[in-house]
């Protein structure tokens, strides 16, 4: 069955780091354009990341230079590193991969989602 | 505040047809972007419904649709029913090098 699960979302204090992660099963990541997107409570979906088939990465202005997105081949697993947080950065985090090799692809398979609660 | 600009409610009786709307801009629809569009039902992840602006993935029924032109897309549902009552979101590319989402539609069903 092609599935993601994600974890280690949790509370974290303003400023502090967090790791998340997303599990793949029944696709290889490393072969597919992987996404972490994100949405607040009450809002529309935000995108945040993309790792792409190559490896290159790309990121939402709001994050560029606090989050990182990175993948372990062995483990089929996509990671977003996030420092510096922010109270906007509390939202549900799912990671996401694209349908096929295209920038403005849909996103076929969602995870479950980690919620990810920044306290001041 | 979204890139995409979609009315916050819509409803419709059983049976009904209701459209839904996606308005962009020339850098992210009007530039040609293709438009996907996702149903979420409360506390689930959004379940992709439209792709590449008029295409529907496999166990998604054929009351729904999809559209594009300029830069405006919609989503029609034809033969509401109670099922399909959820929040509807789109979703396109920018030339900023970024996806972007609407802010989503909550679809009542009367």
């Known amino acids: 069955e092609v599935q993601l699960v994600e974890s280690g979302g949790g509370l974290i204090q303003w400023g502090g780091s967090l790791r998340l992660s997303c599990a793949a099963s029944?696709?290889?990541?490393?072969?597919?354009?992987m996404s972490w997107v994100r949405q607040a409570p009450g809002k529309g979906p935000e995108w945040v990341s993309v790792?792409?088939?190559?490896?290159?990465?790309n990121y939402a202005d709001s994050v560029r230079g606090r989050f990182t997105i990175s993948r372990d081949n062995s483990e089929n697993t996509l990671y977003l590193q996030m420092g510096r947080l922010r109270a906007e950065d509390t939202a549900v985090y799912y990671c996401?991969?694209?349908?096929?090799?295209?920038?403005?692809?849909?996103?076929?398979?969602w995870g479950q989602g980690t919620m990810v609660t920044v306290s001041s | 505040q979204s890139v995409l600009t979609q009315p916050p409610s819509v409803s419709g009786a059983p049976g009904q047809r209701v459209t839904i709307s996606c308005t962009g801009s020339?850098?992210?629809?009007?530039?040609?972007?293709?438009v996907h569009w996702y149903q979420q039902l409360p506390g689930t992840a959004p379940k992709l419904f439209i792709y590449?602006?008029?295409n529907r993935p496999s166990g998604v029924p054929d009351r729904f649709s999809g559209s594009k032109s300029g830069t405006s897309a919609s989503l029609a549902i034809t033969g509401l029913q109670a099922e399909d009552e959820a929040d509807y979101y789109c979703?396109?590319?920018?030339?900023?090098?970024?996806?972007?989402f609407g802010g989503g539609t909550k679809l009542t069903v009367l």
């Open positions: 996401a991969r694209s349908r096929g090799p295209l920038y403005n692809d849909a996103f076929d398979i």
């Open positions: 029944g696709f290889t990541v490393s072969s597919n354009y």
């Open positions: 790792i792409y088939s190559g490896g290159s990465t």
């Open positions: 020339s850098s992210n629809i009007g530039a040609g972007y293709d």
């Open positions: 590449g602006n008029n």
């Open positions: 979703q396109s590319y920018d030339s900023s090098l970024s996806v972007v």
